[in-house]
């Protein structure tokens, strides 16, 4: 009778010393989400102690710094969570921060976009006829999110974040969606491409459908980037991966790509509007920049669903304090 193999001590020595590294990251992201709620008790201490000038700036720094971290390895747009969370726990005008909140997520999508378009995990070809939409529709949400009181905005956005909330907790991403054919409108644009997976080290030819559709859908959501300043990351993605059949990593890098036009268009009214001060917006988007290289780094070492269920759980406390927030339940 053949012995046994004996385990390998070295295959159980490396889980053993990552167990307590990926224990230790993830005790550590936690505290930084826990450190996003100081703010909201730095506002009440600081309007009635006096904060100098100065120490708004350095709050949104640390603050748009531990979001930075944060929103790389839950795989969400720092926009995503400065606007709900700088909204509800900062003493600005909403206007002012839906502003920044355009210009954070302008920010982090042009830093990725020439990489992206390097390896061929986005598609130039695929974003143009969707941010061209995209970007005229964000115009008009723009102009209408100036237009309304800021309770119903900001009623609206609480509602909105409940919402992205609900998508992140059910949706399921298809890494290769299968599309047996490309629909007419799809076949004449000439939406295909092709790509090398870095894991796999395999050539992946792809192809879309439903574009008619994913036309419509990419209109309404730049109503909903130009109206709340939020970006639109947490809804690119699922419409052009779920909607449109396109490989998941396809999907996130022209993702980028439909917010660095999007956002670009929009955040011009709220410049023009006077609605951009350089005091939030400057240290907001330096913070968030720095705070996303050490993102990228802890994806190494900890599962993106850990953080994704931690952001998960931050928003909901963001979005319900926006909404209480704009019916006057919670000012």
């Known amino acids: 009778m053949p012995a046994a193999p004996l385990p390998d001590p070295t295959a159980a020595s ?25 703010p909201a008790h730095a506002a009440s201490a600081s309007l009635a102690s006096g904060m100098p000038w100065w120490g708004w700036p350095l709050a949104l720094f640390v603050a748009c710094f531990v979001m930075g971290i944060v929103a790389v390895p839950a795989g969400i747009g720092g926009g995503t969570l400065f606007v709900p969370i700088i909204g509800g726990f900062f003493p600005f005008h909403l206007d002012f921060v839906r502003g920044a909140g355009l210009l954070v997520a302008l920010a982090s999508a042009l830093a990725a976009a020439p990489m992206l378009l390097r390896s061929g995990l986005a598609s130039l070809r695929l974003a143009l006829p969707l941010a061209l939409l995209a970007s005229a529709s964000s115009i008009g949400g723009a102009l209408l999110g100036l237009a309304l009181p800021v309770p119903v905005v900001q ?74 300043g939020i970006g639109a990351g947490w809804a690119n993605v699922p419409a052009l991966n779920l909607l449109m059949g396109a490989p998941l990593k396809v999907s996130a890098g022209t993702s980028g790509l439909v917010l660095s036009l999007v956002d670009s268009s929009a955040a011009w009214v709220y410049v023009n509007k006077g609605a951009v001060l350089p005091m939030i917006a400057v240290p907001s988007v330096i913070g968030m920049m720095l705070g996303a290289k050490i993102g990228a780094r802890l994806l190494d070492v900890l599962k993106g669903a850990v953080i994704r269920r931690m952001v998960i759980g931050v928003l909901l406390f963001a979005g319900v304090r926006a909404l209480l927030k704009g019916t006057g339940v919670w000012p």
């Open 155 to 228: 009623t609206a956005l609480g509602l909105i974040v409940l919402a992205i909330v609900a998508l992140m907790a059910v949706s399921k991403k298809s890494e290769f969606p299968v599309v047996a054919a490309p629909d007419r409108l799809s076949a004449a644009l000439a939406l295909h491409g092709v790509f090398v997976d870095g894991a796999t080290r395999q050539r992946v030819d792809w192809q879309v459908h439903r574009s008619g559709a994913g036309l419509a859908v990419f209109l309404g959501i730049g109503v909903l980037a130009g109206m709340f």
């Open 14 to 38: 490396v889980a053993d010393a990552r167990t307590p590294v990926r224990t230790r990251a993830a005790w550590f992201v936690a505290a930084l989400l826990a450190a996003l709620a100081a």
